[in-house]
């Protein structure tokens, strides 16, 4: 599909405007909505270019400024030490609501406000983005959530005060979830993984579970750890899971 990568729109949340940055197919009708949640470093070219590649598929992307509390509008932070610094420390900053309240806040743009949305909506992310994702699919609107190497779940700790209830709250989840992640993670270890799978069996959660022989932030098209058959296998995963709820 052709689609449009130039639309933004900022909206109101109880922390602020936040601006989401929408990919979306240029042909007339509405499509299933999805909110895409970043790393660290907010809307860089590689989760444009993801976005990008979602939207192609049949969907109108939201991308959201997981900082915006704290950086002005439009702000990416580099790949680089200083980037990775800043977007870590932020956060740790943010508030655990804060995130809960920006998902609510872009999914409602979806439903209620975009005239290119059909009202049947899913969440993906990677890194923050991936546990980002999970959390969004607490709202019962979200039907579906792919989660790419999902930080902090296993240990609880997004967010200020890094005590997060992420685990606890699974039974909230009425979607399906999509969890993916790379064995050389280190940032997600195999006891970690082995602790999430546990309690999404215990939550009765409908669900799927892949593992490969992949790095953290094997999606991201920079850098030495892209793997990019692993990425065209898991677009085709991603697009699957929406297909069979949001279509």
């Keep these: 599909m052709i689609i449009r990568t130039d639309e933004t729109f900022d909206i109101d949340t109880p922390s ?33 270019r993801l976005a990008a590649m ?25 790949y680089d030490r200083a980037g990775t610094d800043r977007g870590n420390a932020l956060k740790y900053t943010k508030p655990l609501a804060a995130y809960d309240h920006d998902a609510r806040a872009a999914v409602s743009w979806l439903v209620d406000d975009c005239a290119a949305c059909s009202g049947r909506v899913g969440t993906l992310g990677v890194c923050l983005g991936g546990h980002l994702a999970f959390r969004a699919a607490f709202d019962a ?13 296993h240990c609880a700790s997004l967010g200020e005060g890094k ?4 685990l606890a709250r699974l039974p909230e989840i009425s979607g399906e979830v999509m969890m ?3 064995r050389q993670d280190p940032h997600v270890p195999f006891a970690g993984r082995q602790l999430i799978r546990e309690r999404m069996e ?46």
């Design 202 to 247: 215990l939550a009765e959660i409908r669900y799927e579970w892949h593992e490969f022989n992949a790095q953290h932030a094997f999606l991201r098209d920079e850098g030495p750890r892209y793997d990019a058959a692993l990425f065209l296998q898991c677009m085709d995963m991603a697009k699957a899971l929406f297909h069979r709820n949001l279509t």
């Design 141 to 153: 609107r979200v039907r579906a959530a792919a989660c790419f190497y999902a930080t902090d779940i």
């Design 16 to 48: 602020g405007r936040m601006r989401l940055h929408v990919f979306r197919p240029v042909a007339e009708g509405q499509f299933p909505g999805i909110v895409l949640f970043s790393e660290i470093y907010q809307v860089t070219a590689p989760i444009r």
């Design 163 to 166: 005590h997060d209830d992420t």
């Design 180 to 182: 993916v992640w790379g």
């Design 54 to 78: 979602v939207a192609g598929q049949g969907h109108v992307v939201a991308v959201p400024e997981v900082y915006h509390e704290y950086e002005p509008a439009g702000t990416v932070l580099a």
